[in-house]
């Protein structure tokens, strides 16, 4: 590889790091939403210069997670009930389908990916610490795989990416209210149903479970808002 090339692969790397760690924190909250990106706040934290940084700026722009204002610069997206019921009711439209589509196309192989990846999910503790709620991240990884693995064997590429864009941005939301909806709610017991369901082959039981799971999660996060 030639230096040109070299320097090429390098920018390309610093950028997509620099994208993933701003979508993290944006996703997580802990870039709060209508915050303003000052590019030299930016810059300090992530340790990144203006160009990576524009681009990955752009990029989570392309993905309705960071707004572009002319002349003003950029911001974490608001939030709003109004989105978050939109972006719940449009998951369930096309998870549904993916999920019907998936079991159309059930095999061994994808039933023992869906069983392993519930498995590794339900071992996985909730929070860190049993008293208080502290947020597990290998949990909400297991979390993100089950769906995944639910929906993927349906046979089109492009609409698991469209449902995981989905999931990116309702996951702000769910950041904002976990502590909540961790209270009161037995998350665990609605992926078992779910996954009993699909594997003894009920295929409106499972897509109504899968529906009615999302709903709950838009109805704890829309009290919660409401009341801040």
């Known amino acids: 590889m030639n230096e040109t090339a070299e320097r090429a692969d390098g920018a390309l ?12 924190d944006i996703l997580s909250a802990r870039l709060e939403p209508g915050r303003k990106l000052q590019l030299r706040f930016l810059m300090e934290q992530y340790g990144a210069g203006q160009t990576p940084l524009r681009e990955a700026l752009n990029r989570l722009t392309s993905e309705d997670l960071v707004e572009g204002r002319e002349q003003r610069g950029f911001y974490v997206k608001p939030i709003s009930l109004h989105e978050l019921k939109e972006l719940t009711k449009t998951r369930v439209w096309v998870e549904s389908t993916a999920l019907r589509e998936s079991m159309a196309n059930a095999t061994p192989q994808w039933e023992e990916a869906l069983l392993i990846a519930h498995h590794r999910l339900d071992r996985a503790p909730r929070s860190l610490d049993p008293l208080r709620f502290e947020d597990n991240p290998e949990w909400e990884r297991h979390h993100r795989h089950f769906h995944a693995v639910l929906i993927g064997n349906c046979g089109s590429k492009p609409l698991t990416a469209f ?31 779910i996954l009993k369901a699909v594997i003894d082959r009920r295929d409106e039981d499972a897509v109504a479970l899968l529906r009615r799971h999302y709903e709950r999660t838009a109805e704890i996060i829309e009290t919660d808002l409401g009341s801040a």
């Open 163 to 193: 449902c995981s864009q989905l999931a990116d941005r309702l996951y702000r939301y769910r950041s904002m209210s976990i502590r909540k909806a961790f209270r009161v709610r037995k998350v665990s017991d609605e992926h078992a149903q």
């Open 13 to 24: 790397t610093r950028t997509k790091s620099v994208y993933e760690r701003l979508k993290l």
